[in-house]
């Protein structure tokens, strides 16, 4: 019986992309670099603002890595929420989720600050115990050490425990851990990217989570 589940956050609870792709312009813009799309950025989301920030470069000007990374998380940190939204259906799983009783997680790449900003935000208090994003000197996915972490803080087996996440990433992380991994096809990822990666159950709504479940 499935007692938690571990959710990833950008592309799985929430859509982050607009903003995301807006503070690395801005920040991009203001080291004289060429900005990115949407769509180039949505591939380039998921292994921590630093490899965002290496990928969104032009060649040969990875020396700008660090300046951008300290530029784009300043702009983005105040302006995390402006068009970052729940993805259709997300509230009420997670409240049918909360009122069976289930322990809820926050893992991601993302940096600490706006994560829990995001959360406390779209989601309130007390609902994802912990939120677990990038500081300096934690692993980051897809190490498995994380989500250990949180498996045995909540005194439970990795049989116990579902991870859901929209990305490759995810995946690796999830099978590292020794969990099982639910892919969302609504996220950053196509299908053919989870596919690859080893996903053996493919969601296509946030519903289908209870559905399993069932």
């Known amino acids: 019986m499935i007692k938690g589940l571990i959710f990833d956050l950008d592309g799985t609870l929430v859509n982050t992309l607009g903003d995301l792709t807006d503070a690395m312009n801005f920040a991009l813009h203001e080291l004289g670099c060429p900005a990115r799309s949407a769509n180039e950025c949505r591939q380039m989301i998921g292994g921590g603002l630093r490899n965002f920030a290496h990928k969104a470069l032009p060649a040969g000007r990875n020396d700008l890595c660090e300046e951008l990374v300290e530029r784009m998380l300043g702009r983005y940190q105040g302006h995390c929420m402006n068009k970052t939204t729940a993805y259709d259906g997300i509230h009420e799983v997670v409240g049918e989720l909360l009122r069976r009783g289930l322990r809820l997680a926050v893992l991601t790449n993302k940096n600490q600050t706006p994560s829990e900003l995001i959360i406390k935000h779209i989601f309130g208090d ?68 989870l596919i690859e990666a080893g996903a053996e159950i493919l969601i296509q709504t946030p519903q289908q989570i209870l559905d399993l479940l069932d």
């Not at 912990?130 to 994380?146: L, N, S, W, Y």
């Open 126 to 193: 007390g609902v994802f115990e912990p939120v677990v994003g990038e500081i300096k000197g934690r692993k980051i996915k897809p190490d498995p050490a994380t989500t250990l972490d949180i498996i045995a803080g909540w005194g439970l087996t990795r049989e116990e425990v579902l991870y859901v996440g929209d990305s490759d990433i995810d995946i690796h992380t999830a099978h590292a851990a020794g969990v099982r991994c639910v892919g969302c096809e609504w996220g950053f990822r196509s299908r053919q990217q």
